[in-house]
């Protein structure tokens, strides 16, 4: 069945540091590929997502670009902050049905 | 606009007693998801609704959990006998008419401990 394989964590960087989690997928047909954030104590929010090859997500700084020839969406940010430690996790969805998700990447940010 | 609602927040039962969970979708939203999140792992899907009609329940375990969707609005998800197994994190989530649009937006979750 489909699957989607994240880095493990917890990644812990100072602030401003460059932030890069690995995502890969398998997958038959043409997924959708998205990034969700859970910050400490909130739901799931939808942090960016593509939809087909070559498309880029990006919001609030973070990007991924969907690469369908290394079926990777590995999830970036130039300059981190505090504000951004979360549980990451990517995912993805076929024809708007059920989301399949990563096992979740921490991130620590230190000031 | 109001998001995803679910209670409750937080609920501690004893093994072998029942528990239900409710969800109210954001207003409009044909299609309601819940996923078990077990600590450390990512959500996985229970149940997908459209309207009032299940689309997949394939991993549902249906000796001990139900779920229903009455009127296509409001959903109740019914755990019974609970097992220590079930302690986990229920999300319930909504979108639009599933090939039309892909963003589920995510209630903040009723935590389940089963001691």
């Known amino acids: 069945g489909d699957s989607v394989t994240q880095m493990e964590g ?4 100072s602030e401003e ?7 890969t997928y398998t997958a038959t047909g043409y997924p959708s590929l998205f990034w969700y954030v859970q910050y400490p104590g909130e739901g799931l929010q939808l ?4 939809t087909k090859a070559d498309d880029k997500g990006s919001n609030k700084g973070f990007e991924a670009t969907y ?16 504000s951004d430690s979360a549980v990451y996790f990517c995912a993805l969805s076929k024809y708007g049905n059920k989301l399949v998700f990563g096992a979740g990447t921490i991130l620590r940010v230190k000031s | 606009e109001a998001g995803v609602a679910q209670s409750p927040r937080y609920k501690i039962i004893e093994k072998r007693q029942s528990v239900a969970f ?23 899907l229970l149940i997908q609704f459209q309207n009032n009609g299940v689309v997949d329940d394939s991993q549902l375990p249906k000796d001990r959990f139900s779920a229903e969707r009455l ?17 986990a994190v229920y999300l319930c989530a909504s979108s639009g ?19």
Do not use: M
């Open chain 1, 47 to 50: 942090l960016l997502k593509a």
């Open chain 1, 17 to 23: 540091a460059f932030l890069t989690i690995n995502c």
């Open chain 1, 10 to 13: 917890p990644v812990t960087l």
């Open chain 1, 67 to 82: 690469r369908k020839e290394t079926t990777s969406f590995h999830l970036e940010k130039g300059s981190v902050q505090v």
């Open chain 2, 71 to 87: 009127k296509g609005v409001d959903s109740t998800l019914k755990i019974q006998p609970a097992k220590l197994e079930d302690s």
């Open chain 2, 97 to 115: 008419l599933a090939g039309v649009s892909y963003e589920q937006y995510f209630g903040p979750g009723t935590r389940l401990t089963v001691t």
């Open chain 2, 22 to 44: 409710w969800c109210n979708p954001i207003s409009g939203h044909a299609t309601l998801y819940w996923y078990q999140q077990i600590l450390g792992q990512g959500p996985k």
